[in-house]
């Protein structure tokens, strides 16, 4: 008992956090970190004449100046950065819109809508995938026959099968299925906004579309911010919607091709072709190091600049 | 503590039979890899009670994955660890892949496997000829199925020419009630395998000309290469309203619901339109250019089983191995599904009407297998992944037949010189 005294004046060891820590930190090295930098270490490998070798950043040379990998991942990092751009210009726009339309408290039955905009965003991309496929499809697609219902059927077209149409069709239906999401976020967003603000800024004379621009739209910036840099890192691991609609060549002519579904293809093969873990990882590691860079760039370019208002 | 017992007992028991099964010939479950979703059903309740009982104590227990995603599942299950017992095969390059990767077992010492000439083990053999590692089970023939109520009504007959094959089509299409041709340009497969590969042979002389491309004396941009493509080309405007966004699935529902008047084929669809078209079916060869030609068909060993290097149960998968390469097997298969037709040298009667007219045509014909998947698809980019997307490109009219040709043959060269592979 005399011995155990001196302990009593040492600080306490706090192992009740290692122990709530370990669960998590075990399974995201196990699951996480630790493929991730085997995945790194991999594309730094080949096969050379059937034996594996360390090439250095060989794989990345090939991908970059063999003509035929350059321009397969080049034209899927520019569809990413399409599939991108329209998320950005129709996704979040619609979602501040709606945001904006639900947060009015005249709006009748805002709960039915809220819902029926966010179940989508809960469906499996196989399911957005199928459905819109057919709701397209020229054979027994319901879209033909809607226009030709307003006497529009010269403007539909077999859009999925059009190499300048299917990858913004493709991203109109990802739109679709994901803008229930930055709804809600903003939504939230908005109604954190305090009553006293509003009513200071309604005293002002700051009313309607007004007040929206100068005072909630600020307010509401940093979520946007979050919503800008969740969607862009979904759309760069995007694979499940294309491979669902178009199959992993993501035709027509490669013009749905995005880095998910070339790196499916190159790691896993596709019918004949062999699959190539190695160039796969160096893809992968592109694709890595693409959402690294664009999310740095967000965090110390961006984000910090964002005046957070604390009410 | 019953149940905990009882527990014990069955782990015991299990821990037994995994140590000792070849002493007491306990039950052994052997699991088949296959693309053939399709089939499941035809093994479950043909197939599989068959072999059952004639050998008590294995069961079969066939688990097959969605077709384009079988290799790139298989691969990985193999190199996992985790595959089944027995391997369905794809032809060629893919196999043999498998095989040199030791996935595959060799099978030179299996009794059975001596029922297969050396055409039909060609496809799951090494390049020498001496280690077949699958056993050969079927092979498709392409061709064209019609509808045959329908040319009743517009008083067409089978064209054999590619100049009456057009004549048929464009009367077809005056009359209008059938869209002439069912075939899209979205499943890039099907603009290869029933268009390019089904066409072909009849220009580039079959096997001649598949040679001939192996050698390098041939090439896609030389004419007997390119002209099918320009036949191919002209069938878009045969194929019917938004044949662009048209997938494989939907040209067989346009053909089997009676909108469709002819289908470019594979054997394999024979099973499926006789069950869902509720009109008469018909089938002719792939045309031939001009008349007096001769004629050729792609008659493609597809499909093969080879058994897992690292199974549990070699002695069981072997059993089954052999079955499948027996007389019995062989009549079962082909008559469970028609329009894959055994490889093995026992005669096999079929039953199937339309399935006999197609393999009737072996002995009109002259047969080939599909140019893209020997020795020319071990490479980047993929031969035959490239002649999808080229073919496709074509039946949509977004690129020239001369445009894809150079193209397909740009990529092979890419990788290819003839004689690389020569020992």
């Known amino acids: 008992m005399a011995a155990s005294a001196p302990t009593e004046h040492k600080p306490a060891r706090r192992w009740h956090i290692v122990v709530f820590l370990a669960p998590a930190v075990l399974v995201y090295t196990a699951i996480m970190i630790i493929p991730l930098f085997s995945t790194l270490f991999q594309s730094?490998?080949?096969?050379?004449?059937?034996?594996?070798?360390?090439?250095?950043?060989?794989?990345?040379?090939?991908?970059?100046?063999?003509?035929?990998?350059?321009?397969?991942?080049?034209?899927?990092?520019?569809?990413?950065?399409?599939?991108?751009?329209?998320?950005?210009?129709?996704?979040?726009?619609?979602?501040?819109?709606?945001?904006?339309?639900?947060?009015?408290?005249?709006?009748?039955?805002?709960?039915?809508?809220?819902?029926?905009?966010?179940?989508?965003?809960i469906l499996s991309f196989v399911i957005v995938g199928f459905v819109w496929k057919l709701i397209l499809s020229p054979l027994w697609g319901i879209a033909p026959n809607m226009l030709d219902a307003i006497g529009l059927r010269s403007l539909f077209s077999p859009w999925l099968g059009q190499e300048g149409a299917a990858l913004t069709t493709l991203a109109l239906v990802s739109v679709w299925q994901f803008v229930g999401i930055p709804m809600m976020l903003i939504y939230a967003a908005l109604l954190s906004i305090p009553d006293e603000v509003i009513e200071a800024a309604e005293i002002d004379g700051v009313t309607g579309a007004k007040?929206?621009?100068?005072?909630?739209?600020?307010?509401?910036?940093?979520?946007?911010?979050?919503?800008?840099?969740?969607?862009?890192?979904?759309?760069?691991?995007?694979?499940?919607?294309?491979?669902?609609?178009?199959?992993?060549?993501?035709?027509?002519?490669?013009?749905?091709?995005?880095?998910?579904?070339?790196?499916?293809?190159?790691?896993?093969?596709?019918?004949?072709?062999?699959?190539?873990?190695?160039?796969?990882?160096?893809?992968?590691?592109?694709?890595?190091?693409?959402?690294?860079?664009?999310v740095s760039i967000y965090l110390f370019g961006i984000q910090t600049r964002l005046r957070r208002y604390q009410f | 503590m019953i149940s905990k017992s009882r527990l014990l007992c069955t782990s015991a028991g299990l821990a037994l039979a995994l140590t000792a099964t070849p002493l007491l010939a306990q039950d052994v479950t052997l699991t088949i890899e296959s693309w053939r979703n399709d089939d499941l059903t035809i093994w479950q309740n043909t197939l599989i009670p068959a072999f059952e009982e004639a050998n008590p104590g294995i069961t079969l227990n066939f688990a097959p994955t969605a077709p384009t995603e079988y290799n790139a599942a298989l691969n990985a299950k193999l190199d996992a660890g985790s595959a089944g017992d027995?391997?369905?095969?794809?032809?060629?390059?893919?196999?043999?892949?498998?095989?040199?990767?030791?996935y595959l077992a060799p099978l030179d010492d299996l009794e059975g496997i001596s029922n297969f000439s050396d055409v039909a083990k060609s496809a799951w053999n090494t390049d020498d000829g001496s280690t077949p590692f699958c056993v050969p089970m079927a092979s498709v023939i392409h061709g064209f199925i019609y509808n045959a109520d329908a040319f009743a009504e517009l008083g067409l007959e089978e064209p054999t020419t590619e100049e009456e094959f057009f004549a048929v089509l464009d009367a077809i299409k005056e009359d209008g009630t059938y869209i002439p041709l069912a075939i899209g340009a979205v499943d890039q497969w099907e603009s290869a395998s029933m268009g390019y590969h089904n066409i072909g042979p009849a220009y580039w002389a079959g096997e001649e000309g598949r040679l001939a491309l192996i050698s390098g004396e041939a090439k896609f941009t030389d004419e007997e290469w390119t002209e099918p493509l320009r036949v191919l080309a002209r069938w878009g405007e045969y194929a019917g309203d938004g044949y662009l966004a048209q997938t494989?699935?939907?040209?067989?529902?346009?053909?089997?619901?009676?909108?469709?008047?002819?289908?470019?084929?594979?054997?394999?669809?024979?099973?499926?339109?006789?069950?869902?078209?509720?009109?008469?079916?018909?089938?002719?060869?792939?045309?031939?250019?001009?008349?007096?030609?001769?004629?050729?068909?792609?008659?493609?060993?597809?499909?093969?089983?080879?058994?897992?290097?690292?199974?549990?149960?070699?002695e069981e998968a072997r059993a089954f191995l052999n079955w499948v390469a027996s007389a019995e097997f062989a009549s079962l298969y082909a008559n469970a599904l028609p329009g894959f037709f055994g490889l093995s040298s026992d005669p096999v009667t079929i039953e199937n009407e339309l399935a006999n007219e197609f393999v009737s045509w072996r002995e009109t014909c002259e047969s080939t297998i599909r140019p893209?998947?020997?020795?020319?698809?071990?490479?980047?980019?993929?031969?035959?992944?490239?002649?999808?997307?080229?073919?496709?490109?074509?039946?949509?009219?977004?690129?020239?037949?001369?445009?894809?040709?150079?193209?397909?043959?740009?990529?092979?060269?890419?990788?290819?010189?003839?004689?690389?592979?020569?020992?």
């Open chain 1, 44 to 121: 730094l490998f080949n096969t050379v004449d059937g034996e594996r070798a360390f090439v250095g950043l060989g794989n990345f040379i090939t991908l970059f100046f063999d003509p035929r990998w350059a321009q397969s991942f080049w034209n899927a990092l520019a569809n990413n950065f399409w599939f991108f751009v329209i998320h950005m210009i129709v996704q979040n726009p619609i979602g501040v819109l709606l945001a904006a339309i639900l947060s009015n408290p005249n709006l009748r039955l805002r709960g039915f809508y809220r819902t029926a905009i966010f179940i989508p965003t």
């Open chain 1, 211 to 294: 007040q929206f621009f100068k005072i909630q739209l600020p307010l509401i910036l940093p979520t946007i911010g979050i919503i800008s840099i969740l969607t862009f890192v979904g759309n760069f691991n995007a694979f499940d919607l294309i491979y669902v609609s178009q199959g992993a060549q993501a035709g027509p002519n490669g013009s749905t091709d995005i880095l998910g579904t070339l790196l499916y293809r190159t790691f896993f093969g596709f019918q004949l072709q062999q699959g190539d873990p190695n160039m796969g990882s160096a893809i992968a590691t592109m694709m890595f190091l693409i959402i690294l860079v664009g």
């Open chain 2, 86 to 102: 027995l391997i369905t095969c794809r032809p060629f390059d893919a196999s043999l892949a498998l095989f040199e990767a030791g």
């Open chain 2, 248 to 314: 494989y699935p939907d040209s067989q529902n346009l053909f089997t619901l009676g909108r469709a008047a002819i289908f470019p084929a594979g054997s394999w669809e024979i099973a499926l339109f006789e069950e869902q078209a509720d009109f008469e079916l018909g089938a002719f060869p792939p045309p031939v250019p001009a008349e007096g030609d001769t004629c050729y068909i792609s008659d493609h060993n597809d499909i093969g089983i080879g058994m897992n290097a690292a199974t549990e149960h070699p």
């Open chain 2, 372 to 423: 893209t998947y020997a020795i020319l698809s071990r490479g980047t980019p993929n031969l035959e992944n490239d002649n999808w997307l080229h073919a496709s490109n074509v039946l949509a009219g977004t690129e020239t037949p001369e445009e894809a040709a150079a193209a397909i043959q740009s990529g092979l060269e890419s990788w290819y010189t003839p004689g690389m592979f020569d020992e």
